[in-house]
């Protein structure tokens, strides 16, 4: 954990994941393999196991789009959220709908059934604010196509 991968358009950190206990995992792991379960663009998307993938944006978005799908249906499942350094620790990505986190507005459209949650988060700033970073990580956790907008 700790490694930086530059992209086009962000920094992104593997950083440690916090569980619903509020301890941290000393083992996490992340690595792109050929499923889709988030249902964004067929083929690849980033698998991750108690870790949180953190992106530092090289220039400031107004918008900040991604799929995901978490697996992790347990009742002591949790998922790790930010923007702008506002630290979210909640027990699924949907229960953040409609909340204002790190000056940014927070939009979850989810599909929801036994053990599982997928769909596409939303992060969009009012009137001065911009996203600088956000990270977003869980127990069994994909991600896929991410976007920001200026």
């Known amino acids: 954990m700790g490694s930086v991968l530059t992209l086009s358009a962000a920094d992104l950190t593997f950083e440690q994941f916090q569980w619903a206990d509020l301890t941290w995992a000393l083992m996490g792991h992340a690595e792109v393999v050929a499923s889709n379960y988030a249902v964004g ?5 980033l698998d991750m196991r ?6 530092t944006l090289h220039q400031g978005a107004n918008r900040v789009r991604f799929r995901y799908a978490d697996l992790d249906g347990s009742a002591d499942g949790n998922v790790n959220f930010a923007v ?4 979210r620790n909640v027990s699924a990505i949907s229960s953040l709908n409609g909340v204002v986190v790190g000056g940014a507005n927070v939009t979850v ?5 036994v053990g599982w949650e997928r769909g596409e988060v939303e992060i969009t700033t009012s009137t001065g604010t911009v996203i ?5 990580g869980g127990q069994e956790f994909f991600l896929d196509d991410v976007c920001q907008y200026w």
Do not use: Q, R, Y
């Open 109 to 113: 459209n989810a599909v929801n059934s």
């Open 84 to 87: 702008n350094g506002d630290f």
């Open 41 to 45: 663009t067929p083929a690849k998307e």
């Open 132 to 136: 600088t970073d956000f990270l977003v």
């Open 50 to 55: 108690a870790i949180n993938a953190h992106f």
